[in-house]
């Protein structure tokens, strides 16, 4: 079956501009969840959906980013007001949370650059 | 605070030798530990995980082992191979189901 996808691939935004990212997870996967990647920087977890509980949303860096999430698909997150130090690769991931399965599977990314 | 370190940014290994990448962790309540390979312009891909009850977790070339006294884990990849030039980070769940925690990563270069 399909991986995890996700679009655009890049996105080139004027700061204070808003965006929105979107991730399709992989079909059957219950958990989902949205890190991002800075230059020359490690992962960096935003937010995590997991079926009907509420989402948790410790890692989001400001009140700007909010992420939603249809039942057991698709998801976006989006950015409101853009700033430069928002430019980062944004990466989704999806899981099937099932027994003694913790594996995450990412998508491509999208690329975002706020100028 | 860096919960999980990689304190080696780059390593470079010949063709067919041994490739060893390092990690440690800060927090012994972590039970669960993956590694993952990420090529340039596309999203990590899993590897090999394992679960603090065991130490050693064996999948073709790859080896994950595990010393939770010493808080540390590694990856070896024997024999190495060019295609296996990337970055390889580590990563802990934080709790059952919920998020990673990844290192920094470490820039894997295998030369023919």
């Known amino acids: 079956g399909a991986g995890v996808s996700q679009s655009p691939s890049n996105k080139v935004t004027e700061k204070g501009k808003d965006v929105e990212l979107r991730c399709d997870p992989i079909?059957?996967?219950?958990?989902l969840y949205w890190y991002r990647q800075r230059l020359g920087q490690g992962l960096e977890f935003l937010i995590y959906?997991?079926?009907?509980?509420?989402?948790?949303k410790s890692g989001l860096p400001s009140d700007r980013f909010s992420a939603e999430r249809t039942g057991e698909s698709v998801s976006t997150l989006t950015i409101q007001r853009t700033q430069q130090e928002d430019s980062a690769v944004y990466l989704c991931?999806?899981?099937?949370?099932?027994?003694?399965?913790?594996?995450?599977?990412f998508g491509p990314g999208t690329r975002l650059t706020v100028t | 605070d860096q919960q999980v370190k990689q304190n080696s940014p780059s390593l470079s290994v010949q063709e067919g030798r041994i490739s060893i990448l390092n990690c440690d962790y800060t927090?012994?309540?972590?039970?669960?530990f993956l590694w993952y390979k990420k090529y340039p312009a596309e999203g990590p891909t899993f590897l090999i995980s394992?679960?603090?009850?065991?130490d050693k977790n064996e999948d073709g070339r790859f080896t994950v082992f595990l010393n939770k006294s010493a808080k540390h884990l590694s990856l070896h990849i024997v024999p190495s191979q060019p295609g296996d030039s990337a970055v390889y980070f580590c990563?802990?769940?934080?709790?059952?189901?919920?998020?990673?925690?990844f290192g920094q990563g470490t820039e894997l270069s295998v030369k023919p």
């Open positions: 927090n012994s309540m972590f039970d669960y």
């Open positions: 079909s059957g996967h219950t958990a």
């Open positions: 991931a999806s899981s099937i949370q099932s027994g003694q399965l913790y594996e995450q599977y």
């Open positions: 394992i679960s603090s009850i065991k």
């Open positions: 959906f997991q079926g009907n509980s509420a989402p948790d």
């Open positions: 990563a802990v769940l934080y709790n059952q189901g919920g998020k990673l925690i």
